[in-house]
């Protein structure tokens, strides 16, 4: 299992996937905005999204975990 995490500090405008999707690498998964930029976090390899901590309008610090795949 891998756990994406927040490279950054910012808000999470959009979730982009929920529990159960298959995701591929490269696809995006959340949207963060960080500096009054839009930032993607990006799935770093192929799998199933297990578990989305996170929701739209939360604030996440640097490092914190964003989605969980299998």
Known sequence: MAV??????GKVLEVLVVEGDVVSEDQDLIIIESMKMQIPVGCPEEGTVVKVFVVPEQFVNEGDAIVELS
């Open 4 to 9: 994406i995490r927040a490279e950054m500090a």
